[in-house]
């Protein structure tokens, strides 16, 4: 089946670095999402890409679907300690039959002050 | 504006006793409904979704079930629940057609079954 490989996996950074994490996949999407979860909560929607080749922002965040449609990167810039937590990208098709919005298997962030 | 609702926040059960989780969506009509499972600093597990009143799809065999008895409502069920069924349970929505902006999560819920 269609799979997403996000990594990495976890990441250690300073406060005041900038993060980049990316998924890929061998299949094809039309949409590629970002999620935050903060521990304990459910997760929230940071940016959604809807064509290939589209740059984001949202605010800090910057995030590209890829051109060949089969991968997608989440920069983060001069983190700060409330971006602590685990960034999931998920991916779907229009068209295809409902619950196929894949995720990976999530980055968890943390950062040191 | 939607909201999602999901409760309880947290829930502590015997193995063997049933369950009940509950969802519901406000500000919408004919959404579809998803019910995935995270076990500790892991993924989203996809359980169950639905795409209408009474249609429910199960992606993976286990020990639970669910019903949609209502547009906006939707419940995770167990009739005996088992140690493995420990995690944090989230519900999501989407509309249920034109252009997809993706899930909204709720605030999940945190089964431990002891």
């Known amino acids: 089946g269609q799979q997403l490989n996000q990594s990495p996996q976890s990441m250690f950074i300073q406060e005041g670095e900038d993060v980049s994490m990316n998924c890929t996949s061998s299949s094809i999407f039309n949409t590629w999402l970002w999620y935050k979860q903060d521990p304990g909560e459910g997760p929230v929607l940071l940016i959604a890409l809807y064509k290939a080749g589209e740059l984001t922002s949202n605010g800090r965040l910057t995030a590209q679907f890829g051109i060949t449609r089969k991968d997608s990167f989440l920069n983060i810039s001069a983190s700060i300690p409330s971006d602590v937590g685990i960034y999931f990208c998920?991916?779907?098709?229009?068209?295809?039959?409902?619950?196929?919005?894949?995720f990976g298997k999530g980055t968890k962030l943390s950062v040191k002050p | 504006s939607q909201t999602i609702h999901q409760w309880p926040a947290t829930l502590v059960q015997p193995v063997g006793s049933p369950l009940s989780l509950e969802c519901t969506v406000e500000?919408?009509?004919?959404?579809?409904l998803y019910w995935y499972r995270q076990a500790a600093g892991k993924g989203l597990q996809l359980l169950f979704y639905?795409?209408?009143?009474?249609?429910i799809s199960s992606e993976v065999p286990q020990n639970l079930s669910a019903s949609r008895p209502q547009d906006r409502q939707f419940i995770l069920s167990s009739k005996k629940l088992l140690l493995s069924d420990s995690g944090f349970y989230l519900c999501?929505?989407?509309?249920?057609?034109?252009?997809?902006?993706?899930?909204?999560f709720g605030s999940g819920t945190r089964l431990t079954v002891v």
């Open positions: 500000g919408t009509s004919n959404p579809n």
């Open positions: 999501a929505w989407e509309k249920g057609q034109g252009r997809l902006y993706g899930y909204t």
């Open positions: 639905s795409v209408g009143i009474g249609q």
């Open positions: 998920a991916a779907l098709n229009y068209g295809g039959s409902q619950g196929n919005l894949i």
